[in-house]
């Protein structure tokens, strides 16, 4: 009697162990949940950029951040610009090395770029290594997708010469483009800083075209009593001949400025001077 009492204990207590080992598989087969992962930089062996992220979800203006080889810096800097899903340029800036960047070593740089989006899209962050040379075997850059957020905007008029509006080239005879921009209380500098821009690749290919210099520098702006008085940097004037492109350089600029209620009156100066300037 004892023996069989013996045998059913064991039987039990086989299958109360098979049980448990049941129970513990089904535990163990639930799909466990992982942690989230840490932020991974944008990296290869000459920069690394630890904001933003790829992928990132910004705002303007846009904190870019992170360490390059010191050879990818002239003039302890480096150019930045921000394409559109047709890379297309939205904004282009540049960022700063922190430190001494006369080394081959990483230097750590900041910078910020500011934007303007009536929605929210992707976009592609372009870091290139300043080439002061030209050469392209010297060009080198990393991209980084990344989405921008939209921002406060207003729309405001640039004025070009066009050769289908004005087939005769009249020289004093622009037309106007609408740009949109962030919002500031400084609009009638900022329709001056788009102006200098130029025209976009579409306006371009609209016959849309400017005759001031690239690269010219707005250095003071002030509008009183209905005058707006700008004084630009000698780019301005750089190798500018004929009075028919001199007419259109001033009708550029007049007209952008004369868009706002409270200009009536444009006077333009270069480094200060009144005189003497954008002669033909």
């Not at 559109?84 to 006369?102: C, F």
């Not at 740089?109 to 002061?132: C, H, M, R």
Request: hydrophobic fraction near 40%; proline fraction near 7%.
């Amino acid at each position: 009697m004892s023996k069989i009492i013996n045998i059913i204990a064991v039987f039990v207590l086989l299958v109360a162990m098979g049980i448990l080992v049941l129970i513990n598989a089904g535990k163990n087969s639930e799909p466990q949940p992982t942690p989230s992962p840490s932020p991974t930089p944008t990296t290869n062996n000459e920069i690394i950029l630890t904001s933003p992220q790829a992928n990132q979800i910004v705002s303007s203006p846009i904190t870019i951040e992170g360490t390059a080889r010191g050879y990818w810096f002239f003039e302890a800097s480096f150019p930045v610009k921000l394409l559109d899903d047709k890379r297309q340029e939205i904004a282009a800036h540049y960022v700063q090395a922190t430190s001494d960047w006369m080394t081959t070593d990483f230097v750590p740089f900041k910078g910020e770029l500011v934007y303007n989006a009536i929605a929210t899209t992707s976009a592609i962050l372009v870091l290139q290594k300043d080439n002061p040379s030209g050469l392209p075997e010297n060009d080198k850059s990393i991209e980084i997708p990344i989405i921008i957020s939209p921002t406060d905007s207003m729309e405001i008029n640039v004025f070009f010469n066009n050769s289908d509006l004005d087939p005769e080239f009249s020289c004093n005879k622009v037309f106007p483009v609408k740009r949109i921009v962030p919002k500031t209380s400084a609009i009638a500098r900022a329709a001056i800083e788009e102006l200098l821009k130029g025209p976009t690749q579409k306006e371009t290919n609209d016959k849309f075209f400017t005759s001031i210099n690239p690269n010219v520098k707005i250095q003071k702006l002030t509008i009183e009593n209905g005058v707006a008085k700008i004084d630009f940097d000698e780019q301005i004037e750089f190798q500018v001949g004929g009075s028919c492109r001199v007419s259109a350089i001033r009708s550029q600029i007049t007209e952008t400025l004369k868009q706002f209620s409270s200009v009536k009156q444009v006077i333009i100066s270069v480094n200060g001077r009144t005189e003497d300037i954008l002669q033909p």
